[in-house]
């Protein structure tokens, strides 16, 4: 048996407090509600308001498939402080004129188009792969599922930061030789050698496999 505490610390990396909403539907109004648990998590209370799910070598939740979605529906994915994570509900859109129970309204024009969406990804941080790292093969494995498959979250973008940031343990960049004008100490730290290569490999690896590159 894992460790708890290690695994913990990466799902906290997740930033699992989100609501997420698809829509398929000309309407734009609701009524009613249709409710399916996801698959569980395991939840874990550190006394602070609120809970983490815990992932181990043996046991690690998944988040329910969002496909098919009934035509005039929706499915709404929402994490909250009162002990949700990723919990799915299925809302059927309501045509008439009139909204019960209710002041949210959300409108859908498919004539309009804005910007593009490529994704949603998160950052190779030092924290994150320390985390990652200090965790067995298995639980690994376990954690890229949560963040880059089709049983988790599916992350589809990855930002690597360059040097040291708020999640390291120390400040450094890649020439830290005060004057150094011509960059002659220019050098990778051993934070990107250990920590972010390391991590990168790991999702190259992952995704090879799940056949889902990582922009």
């Given at each position: 048996?894992?460790?708890?505490?290690?695994?913990?610390?990466?799902?906290?990396?997740?930033?699992?407090?989100?609501?997420?909403?698809?829509?398929?539907?000309?309407?734009?109004?609701?009524?009613?509600?249709?409710?399916?648990?996801?698959?569980?998590?395991?939840?874990?209370?550190?006394?602070?308001?609120?809970?983490?799910?815990?992932?181990?070598?043996?046991?690690?939740?998944?988040?329910?498939?969002?496909?098919?979605?009934?035509?005039?529906?929706?499915?709404?994915?929402?994490?909250?402080?009162?002990?949700?994570?990723l919990y799915r509900s299925?809302?059927?859109?309501?045509?008439?004129?009139?909204?019960?129970?209710?002041?949210?309204?959300?409108?859908?024009?498919?004539?309009?188009?804005?910007?593009?969406?490529?994704?949603?990804?998160?950052?190779?941080?030092?924290?994150?792969?320390?985390?990652?790292?200090?965790?067995?093969?298995?639980?690994?494995?376990?954690?890229?599922?949560?963040?880059?498959?089709?049983?988790?979250?599916?992350?589809?973008l990855g930002r690597v930061p360059m040097a040291g940031?708020?999640?390291?343990?120390?400040?450094?960049?890649?020439?830290?030789?005060?004057?150094?004008?011509?960059?002659?100490?220019?050098?990778?730290?051993?934070?990107?050698?250990?920590?972010?290569?390391?991590?990168?490999?790991?999702?190259?690896?992952?995704?090879?496999?799940?056949?889902?590159?990582?922009?």
């Open positions: 048996m894992e460790t708890v505490v290690q695994p913990v610390l990466v799902f906290l990396l997740l930033g699992l407090a989100v609501s997420g909403i698809l829509f398929r539907s000309k309407s734009s109004e609701v009524a009613g509600v249709e409710e399916s648990l996801n698959l569980p998590c395991k939840k874990l209370d550190f006394g602070h308001g609120s809970v983490v799910c815990v992932c181990t070598a043996e046991y690690c939740d998944t988040v329910e498939a969002v496909n098919p979605i009934p035509a005039g529906s929706f499915v709404m994915y929402t994490s909250s402080k009162n002990g949700h994570r299925n809302h059927p859109f309501n045509s008439s004129n009139s909204i019960q129970d209710t002041d949210v309204t959300f409108t859908l024009d498919k004539k309009s188009t804005y910007q593009e969406i490529l994704g949603f990804g998160g950052a190779f941080t030092d924290a994150a792969a320390l985390n990652m790292l200090n965790v067995s093969t298995k639980v690994q494995e376990h954690l890229l599922h949560s963040y880059f498959s089709a049983k988790g979250i599916e992350y589809t940031t708020d999640f390291s343990t120390r400040k450094y960049s890649y020439d830290d030789v005060e004057g150094d004008l011509g960059l002659k100490n220019f050098s990778l730290a051993k934070e990107d050698l250990q920590y972010k290569v390391c991590l990168l490999y790991c999702h190259c690896r992952f995704s090879v496999s799940i056949n889902r590159p990582l922009l």
